[in-house]
C-alpha cells in the first residue's frame, strides 16, 4: 500500500525553524512529482513547495521564497522541506504529496495529486 509519512512539525517562535521530512513506500520515488501543501482552519489547501522528479525543477509559492527550501533524496525515497524565519501565518498542517510524472497537471493543485500524507502540524507563535 502507498505511505507517505510526514515528520517534524511542532510549535516554534516567530523566526524560528523547523525542517519536515516526508518518507514514503509504495511508490516509485524518483518518478514522482513531490510537493508540500499546507491548510490552516477555515482556508483552503495551499500549494507551499514542489519539486520535480529529478531535483532539477523547483517552485514556491510567492509567501515562501528565500525562507523556505524543498529538496528530495531519491536514494532514501524521501522529501525534505527546510523552513527559517518562520511566522505565524506559516501555522498549518503541512502535508506531503505526490503524482506520477506520466500524470500531467500544475505543482500547485492539490487535485492532480495521487498520495498524500497524513500531515504534520506546524504552529508559530508571535
Known amino acids: 500500500q502507498v505511505q507517505l509519512v510526514e515528520s517534524g512539525g511542532g510549535s516554534v517562535q516567530a523566526g524560528g525553524t523547523l525542517t519536515l521530512s516526508c518518507t514514503t513506500s509504495?511508490?516509485?520515488?524518483?518518478?514522482?512529482?513531490m510537493a508540500w501543501f499546507r491548510q490552516a482552519p477555515g482556508k483552503e489547501r495551499e500549494g507551499v513547495a514542489a519539486?520535480?522528479?529529478?531535483?532539477?525543477?523547483?517552485f514556491y509559492t510567492d509567501s515562501v521564497k528565500g525562507r523556505f527550501t524543498i529538496s528530495r533524496d531519491n536514494a532514501k525515497s524521501t522529501l525534505i522541506l527546510q523552513m527559517n524565519s518562520l511566522a505565524p501565518e506559516d501555522t498549518a498542517m503541512y502535508y506531503c504529496?505526490?503524482?506520477?510524472?506520466?500524470?500531467?497537471?500544475?505543482?500547485?493543485?492539490?487535485?492532480?495529486?495521487?498520495?498524500w500524507g497524513q500531515g504534520t502540524q506546524v504552529t508559530v507563535s508571535e
Open positions: 504529496a505526490g503524482r506520477s510524472i506520466y500524470r500531467t497537471g500544475t505543482w500547485n493543485n492539490p487535485r492532480d495529486y495521487t498520495s
Open positions: 509504495g511508490i516509485t520515488f524518483s518518478t514522482y512529482w
Open positions: 519539486i520535480y522528479y529529478n531535483g532539477n525543477t523547483v
